[in-house]
């Protein structure tokens, strides 16, 4: 099985920086994906790891290290709108489907 | 390009009740899936379609849930009857193929009464 953990809560100030940590257990690792979350809303796709390294896309970084089973996505100059949950997604080979963790809520403050 | 169209958005029934959801995924993805997401959980996939197959239902509670997937384009979920437990945000999600991101609909939030 896999088995997914990340932070259920988070907070931070507007203009800072913030990482949100996701650490897993699978077999057969086939990539991590996080999605950012809106509070009713669907879930869209931030950033895909599959190679250990840094991801870079605008304010949004994502890292992973398979032989750790961690990954982090991190956040630059936060703003507002950058309140919502971010959820961590594992795949697994012959699975090919997502395992959600919970998501870690994130607010950010004036 | 238009997103993945959900229909209801929002449902609410009594309990023993049949419901059904719609999903229209994005125009050329081959793969469609249904989540279930309960409140302050992550989605939890229910079944996953390649084109019109079903090839991952493992986890569908298959004594009220069905699912269909005609003709590989749009699909519905139908759950017969609903039970309290069912109440949850149901997801659809598409993707050019398995290996692809998925893009997710806005969901229908169902309360079961």
């Known amino acids: 099985g896999q088995n997914i953990d990340q932070p259920t809560e988070m907070t931070a100030t507007e203009g800072a920086i913030v990482q949100i940590n996701c650490t897993y257990q699978t077999s057969g690792f086939n990539g991590l994906f996080w999605y950012q979350q809106h509070a009713g809303e669907a879930p869209t796709f931030l950033s895909y790891n599959v190679l250990d390294g840094l991801e870079e896309k605008g304010r949004f970084s994502s890292f992973l290290s398979r032989s750790k089973g961690y990954s982090y996505l991190l956040l630059k100059e936060l703003q507002m709108k950058d309140s919502a949950s971010y959820l961590c997604a594992v795949r697994a080979i012959g699975f090919q489907k997502l395992v959600f963790g919970t998501g870690t809520r994130l607010l950010v403050s004036p | 390009e238009a997103g993945v169209v959900q229909s209801p958005r929002y449902k609410i029934i009594e309990k023993k009740q049949p419901v059904a959801f719609w999903c229209n995924p994005i125009s050329g993805h081959n793969t469609l899936y249904w989540y279930r997401q309960n409140l302050g959980q992550g989605p939890e996939l229910l079944i996953r379609y390649e084109n019109e197959e079903a090839v991952d239902d493992s986890q569908l509670p298959k004594d009220r849930f069905s699912a269909e997937r005609l003709k590989g384009v749009d699909s519905t979920l139908k759950i017969q009857p609903a039970e309290l437990g069912d109440s949850a945000v149901y997801l659809c999600?598409?993707?050019?193929?398995?290996?692809?991101?998925?893009?997710f609909g806005p969901g229908t939030r169902l309360t079961v009464l």
């Open positions: 999600a598409s993707s050019l193929t398995v290996d692809n991101e998925q893009f």
